[in-house]
């Protein structure tokens, strides 16, 4: 059986629900509402989203892993490029939004002719443990499959314990790590691959 076949096409209850009853709790607290799972949508990102999506990396990256202000340019430069020059037939970025609200991002980029890039996966804190990241990892991965590559890479750090942990439970292979000084931090980076 195709290993394509294998991905889950909804998230797993015993993984998902454990968690989304911790994160209910935190979301009355923070005021914002977050529709039901099949309340949300996947849009395709516009030019629109960048200062959203610019403004949410820095801010969460600097409160969860102690990024200095050099990584919210990053994030604009690579927006700027995809808006700027993006094949649409080959690459895409979805916006996971609720009532109007974005809640999440995840890119897929052409890094070569065989080789999608897994880019900007990105869950707002309110927004996890409800599987919209499985779905958003599985719209990307689906994309690059149905899109005619072989196999993408994606490139994250040892502390995203929880996105390291999904990319393992969808078939994804850590193939590199090494301790690196990047973005005020030193961090150990790790380039995960998946084959098709």
């Given amino acids: 059986m195709s290993r394509s076949l294998l991905m889950p096409m909804v998230p ?20 914002r509402h977050v529709g039901r799972m099949e309340e949300i949508t996947l849009r ?7 200062d959203w999506l610019v403004d949410q990396h820095a801010t969460l990256y600097a409160q969860n892993d ?17 808006v700027a020059g993006h094949d649409a037939e080959r690459e895409r970025g979805w916006i996971a939004e609720a ?17 999608a890039k897994l880019r900007l996966f990105l869950l707002l804190p309110e ?5 919209l ?13 149905d899109t005619g590559y072989s196999n993408m890479q994606l490139w994250t750090h040892q502390s995203h314990t929880a996105a390291c942990a999904l990319y393992a439970k969808f ?10 000084h990047s973005f005020g931090q030193d961090l150990v980076e790790q380039t995960w691959v998946y084959r098709f």
């Fill in 12 to 31: 797993s209850p015993v993984w998902s629900r454990p968690r989304a009853s911790r994160c209910a709790l935190a979301w009355q607290g923070c005021g």
């Fill in 44 to 50: 395709p990102f516009t030019a629109d989203d960048t």
């Fill in 66 to 82: 102690g990024f200095d202000d050099s990584f919210g340019p990053l994030v604009r430069t690579i927006l700027e490029d995809f």
């Fill in 99 to 115: 009532d109007g609200a974005r809640l999440g991002s995840i890119f897929c980029v052409r890094l070569n002719d065989t080789t």
């Fill in 127 to 131: 927004a996890r443990g409800r599987g």
């Fill in 133 to 145: 990241g499985q779905r958003l990892l599985h719209q990307c991965m689906g994309f690059a499959r």
């Fill in 171 to 180: 078939g994804w292979e850590m193939v590199g790590s090494k301790p690196v």
